[in-house]
């Protein structure tokens, strides 16, 4: 099936953060972790993967993050129960590309700093709550 150049612009276009990610998920395999892609997303879990998902700040509860096209989770039960919510951010990151970090994290400080809740006040994440709770 050939890819359809707005996918492949997507790919690019996000590239830097899925470029990050798969170094994670390199750590992760290299230390006895899995990985698998169905869809659009390359998953890891297992070995290093939930120690690196948790020095993210605020991720000690946190079942799976996504780098561009990454997923890391903490194991493969996390990342089916998070699949959907992921993809979402995967659309996030096509459509903001290297400037989806400094954007999720310029919009937590902001919350944080007016007293909202950082994570689920999150502009983005409340897109991804709304389509995939």
């Given at each position: 099936m050939p890819i359809k150049p707005i996918s492949l612009l997507g790919w690019v276009w996000a590239s830097p953060w899925t470029a990050v990610g798969l170094a994670a998920g390199t750590i992760g395999l290299a230390t006895g972790g899995r990985v698998q892609r169905p869809g659009v997303a390359i998953e890891f879990y297992g070995g290093a993967v939930p120690w690196i998902i948790s020095q993210w700040p605020g991720n000690d509860y946190t079942m799976a993050m996504t780098l561009g096209h990454v997923v890391l989770g903490r194991d493969a039960?996390?990342?089916?129960?998070?699949?959907?919510?992921?993809?979402?951010?995967?659309?996030?990151?096509?459509?903001?590309?290297?400037?989806?970090?400094?954007?999720?994290?310029?919009?937590?400080a902001l919350i944080w700093a007016r007293g909202g809740d950082a994570y689920r006040d999150n502009p983005f994440e409340r897109e991804a709550y709304s389509i995939a709770p």
């Open positions: 039960v996390c990342l089916d129960v998070t699949r959907a919510h992921e993809l979402v951010h995967i659309r996030q990151y096509e459509r903001w590309g290297p400037l989806f970090v400094p954007a999720y994290l310029l919009c937590s």
